[in-house]
């Protein structure tokens, strides 16, 4: 089946620190992937996302390229701040399927 | 104005009760969904509608019956509540995502508790 794996958190960064969140995904045929961010007490916002193969998703400071040869959507951000504070969640959707299949989530936190 | 909205936003209540959560969005979408998130922060989808047509129902005890009076509009109707079913439950829209790149646009969740 399709499934969506996300590094285990929480994470803990300084300020100004480089951000990695690694996401595989199993999925036949060619997904849709995303991240989305949850800010403390809210809903679901997007951050970015890629439909094909080799296509780099950006907002915010935040990249994510789609590699099909190692299926992986890693979020990458230079430079972190406080804000930054949030639950993370990758996600997948097929075509066809009407739905998102999301990672664990990883919970981020910067410290000033 | 706000695009997708639930009501209420906090919900506690004793088990055995049956209790409504309401959803709009007015963002012409034409697909709707129901998604949980544990306590854990894991989400998986509940319902798909599109149209006002159910398309997903993903295997959710038949406790829990969605109804879309119209596309703009889909509710949770949830019977003899369980201490199980507390958790946040989110609605969203998205254009007809049956091309599966469709942004999905997610209300602000209810909080369910159970007691």
């Known amino acids: 089946g399709n499934s969506v794996t996300q590094m285990e958190g929480p994470v803990t960064l300084s300020e100004e620190a480089f951000l990695t969140i690694n996401c595989t995904y199993t999925a036949t045929g060619y997904p849709s992937l995303f991240w989305y961010v949850q800010y403390p007490g809210e809903g679901l916002q997007l951050l970015l996302k890629?439909?094909?193969?080799?296509d780099k998703g950006s907002n915010k400071g935040f990249e994510a390229t789609y590699r099909k040869e190692t299926t992986s959507f890693h979020l990458e951000k230079g430079s972190v701040q406080v804000s930054d504070s949030a639950v993370y969640f990758c996600?997948?959707?097929?075509?066809?399927?009407?739905?998102?299949?999301f990672g664990q989530g990883t919970r981020l936190t910067i410290n000033p | 104005d706000t695009a997708v909205s639930q009501t209420p936003k906090y919900l506690v209540t004793q088990m055995g009760n049956d209790k409504s959560i309401k959803c709009e969005q007015n963002?012409?979408?034409?697909?709707m969904y129901w998604y949980k998130q544990d306590s854990k922060k894991f989400l998986k989808i509940m319902f798909s509608y599109n149209n006002k047509e159910l398309i997903i129902n993903e295997t959710v005890p038949n406790r829990f019956s969605p109804k879309s009076p119209d596309k703009a509009h889909l509710n949770l109707h949830i019977n003899s509540l369980e201490l199980g079913d507390s958790a946040v439950y989110f609605c969203a829209s998205s254009q007809d995502s049956r091309g599966g790149g469709e942004t999905q646009y997610f209300g602000p969740g209810t909080r369910l508790l159970v007691l």
């Open positions: 996600a997948l959707s097929r075509q066809g399927a009407q739905k998102l299949v």
């Open positions: 890629a439909t094909k193969a080799d």
């Open positions: 963002l012409g979408h034409d697909t």
